[in-house]
């Protein structure tokens, strides 16, 4: 295994499908939200995808049994909108194979006619937010403006770091296919699983989809990372003392 | 030297083989279990293994001549069960050479007619244990329950950090081949080379094969090691106090 | 995407052109000159470079649009000398990716009948300097003679690092093409982006290239970091005291 | 240049020469005697070797041109014994690279019909020596025997960590090519350049190729290392108290 394998499951036919991309990355905010659509719409594995850029391990389940670690493609056939959904265990481990998979990537985009590509990730501020915004980087200016109308923000050279990994490289190598690309990235805090910064990302795809989803399941996990947030919040006050402590800024957490 | 070479060395007529990987790991269990069944068994060695993946050295031998870094497959016709056995001084020192090599071993054991494959390795516990068991992972529902008749433990989603390595990627590589596989992973403080644990993978792996092997070298390697942990034990115990030393706990040592 | 990719934008007719390299380095100082040079000249994009050896990420534009990592070659025609300008936003992030880059740089110069090439850098000193120098080094005994006369200064074994990077591999490859070749490096702190060492460069290059250029942007950006260096010394002064404090050793900052 | 690249120079018939390796490494001992060989006996560059695989980057020369990093072999047209001297840079700086330049290299040998190759090297012992031994390891047992007479030292498992690098892969991989390979390793402290190791090697080298070399210019550079050394050993003293102060171990420089 010298080379990616592209293994396909079945064939689904799809008409005019939207791309969505969700794999980890900060927060998992990405990734959250392409397997909740996943679960939601019971959408059907078509492909895996095995890469030796992949980290070099097998994952074991509940059953005993062990994965390999993989990027996988979901297909949703919907009454309106035909869904790809890209989710998967890890990014490639090195700086080459994100290149190679991005591009594998969209040469299946192009096979099943992709003609958009949303690309899901986490925006890091260090900081605990009660109402993420969900922030906007694309590949042609017509979608920013659409974009704007869905409630997404755009700034000035933000993210300043550049987009890392493949919800970045998808949506700038996609232009050079003519695909229009944006990457929705959800702020949060980037020290924890954030469930809720991915409902306000879901949202956002939702408007922009127009489509419905039920947010329940997402809903009670932001519940429980609540709980877990105002704890953490309660030991930095007892630590720091009440006065100074800051509400907002947990950065010391890793 | 680019590529992965595989020497021929002779040739022996198998039928229906098993084939059993112990590579260097955790506490050298696997690579213990493995080396004693190519001494006991008296296998005879059929494939070197060269790759521009393993670190680029030789090993000094007694007798002042030098040894590639080889991985290497053993054949055993016994009146039974053949076996393919395989060992080495180190695995890959690269992510992707792990892949490679893996897909170099599978496609031996396809060469070979293998129908089903056990890799052997330890499981870092952290603590001295008097009495290691033996966890399992497998390809295959149906291999979980067999082994749990010969005493083999499964845990929900342990190890939790997956299966690192060729013993890994073999069992979960192998279900696109379409071959059974197991990974026995006995339990080791992880801090020393561990005879004792090598022990508990062997027998399980001698029910399984329903094959008898003397272990005496091991249990002489076995109680040798004892002494060496029990020295570390007093020494652990005059330094902290006799009250408040945890009996088990060595963490320290590496 | 696994292999560099090339792309052609458009394609302009140049009459015995010379390459100017300034990509990214040592106090930016080669890059500043080189699309100071773009900008002034309003050189024309002509080829933009990818691949798989850039780090794996996007940029993220003032108007929301994501921009691939490229590197670029501008074409001028002038009146007199013909010029390609090599630019870009990142150099290799691998050791193999700066030897397979700085082959297809050389052989897009033998396309286009290049029979000089300046690459440009900074050559890091530790300390802030009033009057920075410009050091060179070449492929051709010749070429040092030569540059010296422009006020290029040459010292034994210095850099003695070597130069690393494009600058270097470019000014040695092109030997093996027939191709004489000087890298300039301007003497600059190494702890800041230099302006006022890229003014120095630009000098040497006018000269050498008998053109003309309008200095004054880099002049402005000189004054400005000038300031910002200013209040550095004086924190250092303050911090050190007054008496004890070298003048214009900031080796602190990094 | 995405591949390494075989340069030849100029032909020199040679008649059943011997291969001689010395690339940088511990103490620089092989380097040394390599090269004094190729100086003593003016011999002729025949092949530079050009790799991706070498650090990016060029090393500005004395009359500021610069030089890339190449592995160079020089041919010896003797009265008696032809010989190949392969000296160089620097070794690879990847693992692959390793692998990959020793195949090239016993290619090579195998081109010019060299029936035995020597391999000199430093051993590290963190101890200043006056007189430094010569240990070996070599690819036959015959050779054992040999080189025990010309005083080369063998012992068991020695180093014990392998010998790393093209001295060491050379002797292992020339084995599967049927050539004779012994690697020669002058004890040194491993600290710094040592002339005096190199000297013993040589002896030892001259003796095993019957061959007079003139050693005044190492004799030399081991003189003024003898007073370098004897100040960080009085050094060593004033600072440790001179009682206390073992002779010989400055195992703290680096």
């Keep these: ?5 592209i293994r396909r499951i079945t064939e689904v036919p799809l008409e005019d499908p939207i791309l969505i991309e969700g794999l980890p990355g900060v927060g998992h905010v990405g ?23 992949f980290p070099p391990q097998v994952i074991v389940q509940d059953d005993g ?7 996988e493609v979901y297909a949703y056939k919907g009454d309106g909108r035909d869904l790809l959904l890209l989710v998967g265990d890890y990014q490639s481990a090195t700086n080459e194979g994100h290149y ?23 925006y890091g501020t260090g900081q605990f937010l009660d109402k993420p915004r969900v922030m906007g980087a694309t590949n042609s200016l017509e979608l920013v403006e ?9 700034q000035e050279n933000e993210p300043g770091g550049g987009i890392i990994g493949v919800s970045g490289l998808m949506v700038g190598l996609s232009r050079l296919r003519n695909i229009d690309a944006i990457c929705l990235m959800g702020m949060t805090s980037g020290y924890l699983v954030d469930p809720k910064s991915a409902q306000a990302v879901l949202k956002v795809l939702c408007k922009a989809l127009d489509i419905k989803i039920d947010m329940q399941a997402l809903e009670d996990r932001a519940k429980e990372m609540e709980k877990i947030v105002g704890k953490l919040r309660e030991m930095e006050k007892s630590q720091m ?3 100074s402590a800051s509400d907002d800024d947990l950065r010391y957490i890793r």
Aim: glycine letters at 8%.
């Design 241 to 243: 003392g009440y006065e």
């Design 31 to 53: 990734k959250l939200v392409a397997e909740h659509l996943v679960e939601e719409l019971k959408a059907e594995k078509i492909i895996e995808v095995y890469s030796p850029h």
């Design 146 to 154: 659409e974009m704007k109308e869905y409630g997404v923000v755009f």
């Design 1 to 5: 295994m010298k080379e990616t394998i």
């Design 65 to 71: 049994t062990v994965k390999l670690v993989t990027n």
């Design 100 to 122: 190679e998979l991005t591009g594998i990537f969209l040469d299946l985009a192009e096979e099943f006619g992709v003609s958009r590509i949303y690309t899901l990730g986490g």
